[in-house]
Each structure stands twice: as C-alpha cells, then as structure tokens.
C-alpha cells in the first residue's frame, strides 16, 4: 500500500486566492482526518469523516475553510479565501474503525506545507 | 476531561544513552495511549500503542514504552539513544464518550541526540 497520499506537497498562494488540498486516504479505512499544524498551535484536528460523512468539523477555525469527501478514496480541503495566517503545514490521516483489534492508530500522509503570501 | 501532557519541550541526551520521553494522561476510563514520531518534513509516525496486557509496549526502531496506571504515565523509552533518533515525538490519547475515534495529541516534545 501506498500509504496515504497527499498533493500538492508544496503550495505558495496570495492572499485573497482559493486553495485547494487533496488527500487520498489508505484503501479499506473508514475514517480520514485533517490536522493542521503550526509552531504557535501545534497540531490541530479540523475535522474528520467516517464512511465519507462528516463528523465533528468543530475544529474548523472559520467559514473560509470547508472539506469534502465525495467518495471512500478522496478527500479535498478547501480555504477560500485565504489569509497569511494560514500558512501552515496541513497533515490528512486515516484509520480503521476503532473498534477493531488493530485499534484506530491513524496513518498520516507527508503533509501539504502552504505559504499565503 | 481527556487530556495529554508532554512536561518536556526538549530532551537531551547523548548518543548511546538511554532516553525518556515523558508522557501523561487524564482520562475517566481505560486508556488507549499512542506514541508518534515525526521526523523533519515528514508526517507522523505510528510508534507503538497500549491497548491492554503488558505495562511494556515493544514498538519499532527499538522504542518501547511503560504504562503505569497509578502514575497516569505512558513514558517512551529506547535503552540506546541514536543520533538518528532526534526528532519530534508525540504522546496520544483515544477519546472517549463520543470522540472514541478522536486521538487527543500532546503538545509533542523534541528529542536531540547529540553525537
């Protein structure tokens, strides 16, 4: 497996403009979240999605952030606008259910790293 | 209320040193505990996990990590440190009630192993 993939790797965007973040999770789990992490916050869960269905989104700072999951094998994070405090590096991980023996550690893809100039 | 608490931003320790990194939790029911490595510019690492059964918890690269129930304290450990090793760790907690498919995260600490 490849893991789970994330893209772009590397995002540099003005002020104003809209981003879009793209997460494909590991083939057979039920759950996908989206983390973002800074050097003032840490690491931050923004929402996370079971069986493609939005859960809890209450980490989510504001209207300008919103997240999809059309179907089991993808995922977008969409800012629009976006803004300077942004600039964070934004982490997608999946899991399996957490009821099973394998427990519910989550697997996390490399991360976008996003600039908002 | 669940909590995580990583006491250490920053852990020293020499190269072929055994290391420590502190970690403890708040929560009302049995605890699912994870440990998380993150290397730079990397995402996060599934260390190892205790569920249930022995306090020691063996994981990858050599780690390991004790549970103590009375102490509330799930500490990673490695017997010989590697400069390789330097890298920010994560301590983590499974919610409970209805964020049973949450992981709470420490603050993470950074461990520099010097040569």
């Known amino acids: 497996d490849a893991g789970v993939i994330q893209s772009p790797r590397h995002e540099v965007t003005e002020m104003g403009q809209e981003v879009t973040l793209r997460c494909k999770p590991i083939?057979?789990?039920?759950?996908l979240f989206w983390y973002r992490q800074t050097m003032m916050r840490g690491l931050e869960l923004l929402i996370y999605?079971?069986?493609?269905?939005?859960?809890?989104d209450s980490g989510m700072p504001e209207d300008r952030f919103s997240a999809k999951m059309p179907n089991a094998s993808f995922s977008t994070l969409k800012i629009q606008p976006s803004e300077p405090r942004d600039s964070a590096v934004y982490f997608c991980?999946?899991?399996?259910?957490?009821?099973?023996?394998?427990?519910?550690?989550?697997?996390f893809g490399p991360g976008t790293r996003l600039t908002v100039l | 209320a669940q909590s995580v608490a990583q006491p250490e931003d920053q852990v020293n320790v020499a190269e072929g040193n055994p290391l420590t990194v502190k970690c403890t939790y708040s929560?009302?029911?049995?605890?699912?505990l994870f440990w998380y490595v993150q290397y730079p510019n990397r995402g996060l690492q599934f260390l190892l996990k205790y569920i249930t059964g022995d306090n020691l918890v063996k994981g990858s690269y050599g780690f390991e990590a004790e549970f103590n129930k009375s102490q509330t304290s799930f500490h990673l450990k490695k017997p010989s440190a590697l400069v390789s090793d330097s890298a920010l760790y994560f301590c983590a907690l499974r919610g409970y009630g209805g964020a049973t498919n949450k992981l709470i995260f420490g603050t993470g600490t950074l461990l520099a192993v010097q040569p």
């Open positions: 929560v009302s029911g049995n605890p699912y």
């Open positions: 083939s057979g789990h039920d759950y």
């Open positions: 991980a999946s899991s399996f259910h957490p009821t099973t023996t394998s427990g519910n550690e989550q697997f």
């Open positions: 999605f079971n069986n493609n269905v939005p859960i809890d």
